[in-house]
């Protein structure tokens, strides 16, 4: 039985936690764009450490929601990603775009 994707929320301060715990795919890949498209205002910062499986279409998601946020000023930012998921992302070049302090990740 697939594990439905859990996501939580919550401030810290002028940025939001969003904690996001299953695997990504196309199936769940909506779910987790609109909970990171209904918060609309400061930065996010989205926890992958549950996260084991991330495909084009959570990729595609993360891009789509990073481009948003951007546009209205504000930063997309992701933590804690196992190393397929962080090499899913880096492959793509969004790594390095998900982690802009990180310039030697």
């Given at each position: 039985?697939?594990?439905?994707?859990r996501?939580?929320?919550?401030?810290?301060?002028?940025?939001?936690?969003?904690?996001?715990?299953?695997?990504v795919?196309?199936?769940s890949?909506?779910?987790?764009?609109?909970?990171?498209l209904?918060?609309?205002?400061?930065?996010?910062?989205?926890?992958?450490t549950a996260?084991?499986?991330?495909?084009?279409?959570?990729?595609?998601a993360?891009?789509?929601?990073?481009?948003a946020?951007?546009?209205?000023?504000?930063?997309?930012?992701?933590?804690?990603?196992?190393?397929?998921?962080?090499?899913a992302?880096?492959?793509?070049?969004?790594?390095?775009?998900l982690?802009?302090?990180?310039?030697?990740?």
């Open positions: 039985m697939i594990e439905p994707l996501i939580r929320t919550r401030q810290d301060g002028t940025r939001t936690l969003v904690v996001v715990e299953g695997e795919d196309m199936a890949a909506p779910q987790l764009e609109s909970a990171l209904a918060i609309t205002d400061g930065d996010v910062i989205v926890d992958l996260v084991a499986f991330l495909d084009s279409s959570g990729i595609a993360l891009v789509r929601t990073h481009r946020m951007a546009g209205r000023g504000d930063q997309l930012t992701t933590t804690g990603e196992q190393t397929l998921v962080r090499h992302l880096e492959v793509t070049g969004l790594f390095e775009v982690h802009p302090d990180d310039a030697d990740s």
